[in-house]
Structure formats: structure tokens, C-alpha cells
């Protein structure tokens, strides 16, 4: 893994000013390619979701079981430590003071006494006409307030189309759009359900939505890392 997360202070500004911070390639094209093979491994995973069959958009996504492969543990566990503190000062903002633990292990103990215990990380593949609807990533009441999705196709290059999406509501305003075309490798980090955005007196609270725009050619393989553990 090409070791090279941004500094906590870079992710934090990017995050506050637009809602949204991606990171440098955390993974190798190589990497990418090993990553995208265990789509294929029936094994590897709890639950397969085809997405059209939910009304959730058009394509499948599929929820690793634990243990983790090695990679997806290695990066939740990295980027979990890096947004920790970040996560703590949001909620600060927000007016619901909560410290998270340093480490990915100690707050999954929280979420296994809050009887959350199922592995949430998944893959998801989109061919072309594929989508997903606008959507909030919560599996019970414990939820952790940033997650990451990694590319791991190149965009423009492997597909066209297939942006993520990201749409903001802050109070008695029309909504705000986002589209970033996530670079191979890389990982967007945004919030699940909420954020602290700058208003006229503080912060006012802005809900989030995330979605992945139709893909018009090609394939767009997925890492999802959602730090929080399912209910089911
Ligand atoms: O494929 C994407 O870019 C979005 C995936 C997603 O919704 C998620 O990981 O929670
Ligand atoms: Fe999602």
C-alpha cells in the first residue's frame, strides 16, 4: 500500500470548506487490480445485494463477512485512527460533544455493546446504465460520522460516467450538489448522515445524501469502508 494519507489537518479543511475531502492514491493501480479480484469470492462476503431488486439503483454490491481480508482491515483500521479526532471535533460543532476512541478496535467495542456486530465494509460493481441512488449508510443507532469510498477503476479510462455524488440540505435551503470522479486509488471521505456547516451565527446542521451518478460505459468497482458494524 502506497502509504501516503494527507495530513489530518489538509482532510479536516478540505472536509469543512466543501463538505467532502479525497485523499492521495492510498493504493497502487497493482493493488487496485488485487482488490477488485475479491469481487469474484463468494466466500469473502455475508451478503450480496442486487441493487435494482431494492429500488437502491441498478448494479450489485456485496458485504464482506469478518475476518476482513487483509487490505480492507489494514486501510478501515488506518483511516478510522486519521478521522477519529476529526469526527469528535464535528460533533463538537454540531453540539453533541462525543470523544471516539483513537482506535478502530476500541470503538467497535462500543458497537458491539450497542449489539452492532456484522461487518459493513463492502464492494460494489457498476457496468454500464449502472447507478445508486441517493442514500445515508446507517445500520443502527451507533454510527460513526465520516466513512470513505475507494476507486478502483480509472475514470475516463476504464469508464465514463460514474461519478459520486454527494448532496447537501442545510435548513430552509435548496439543495447542494457534489460530483467528484473518485481518481484510481484514491478515497473520498464524507460524512454519513450529517455536518456542521459554516452559517451566519456557527454551524448549522446540513443532512447529507451520497449516490454514484449512471455509468455510461465501462466498469466501476468500489471499496466501501463504513467504520461503524450492521445490527443485520
Ligand atoms: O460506489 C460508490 O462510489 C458509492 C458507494 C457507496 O454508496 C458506499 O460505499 O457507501
Ligand atoms: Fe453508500
Given at each position: 500500500?502506497?502509504?501516503?494519507l ?48 431494492h429500488?437502491y ?23 478510522y ?54 442514500h ?9 460520522p465520516?466513512?470513505?469510498v ?83
Amino acid at each position: 500500500m502506497t502509504a501516503c494519507l494527507p495530513t489530518t489537518e489538509r482532510l479536516e479543511q478540505d472536509l469543512r470548506a466543501a463538505g467532502h475531502a479525497v485523499t492521495p492514491p492510498l493504493l497502487t493501480a497493482a493493488e487496485c487490480a488485487g482488490l477488485r479480484a475479491l469481487f469474484d469470492q463468494p466466500d469473502l462476503f455475508r451478503k450480496t445485494v442486487d441493487m435494482g431488486r431494492h429500488a437502491y439503483g441498478s448494479g450489485l454490491y456485496r458485504y464482506f463477512d469478518y475476518p476482513l481480508p487483509e487490505p480492507v482491515a489494514r486501510l478501515r483500521s488506518a483511516l478510522y485512527a486519521e478521522l477519529a479526532p476529526v469526527a469528535g471535533r464535528m460533533a463538537a460543532d454540531l453540539r453533541r460533544p462525543r470523544a471516539y476512541p483513537p482506535d478502530l478496535e476500541g470503538y467497535l467495542a462500543e458497537c458491539h455493546a450497542a449489539g452492532q456486530r456484522r461487518a459493513t465494509p463492502l464492494m460494489l460493481s457498476y457496468g454500464p446504465g449502472d447507478y445508486n441512488r441517493l442514500h445515508q449508510d446507517l445500520y443502527g443507532a451507533e454510527h460513526f460520522p465520516l466513512q470513505a469510498v475507494i476507486g478502483l477503476n480509472k475514470p475516463g479510462g476504464d469508464y465514463e460516467g460514474g461519478e459520486f455524488l454527494l448532496m447537501e440540505n442545510r435548513p430552509r435551503q435548496q439543495s447542494i450538489g457534489t460530483a467528484v470522479a473518485i481518481p484510481q486509488g484514491a478515497a473520498v471521505i464524507f460524512p454519513v448522515a450529517e455536518r456542521p456547516a459554516p452559517g451566519a451565527r456557527g454551524y448549522v446542521k446540513a443532512a447529507m445524501r451520497h449516490g454514484v451518478s449512471r455509468v455510461r460505459s465501462g466498469n466501476r468497482l468500489t471499496l466501501g469502508l463504513i467504520f461503524h458494524d450492521a445490527t443485520k
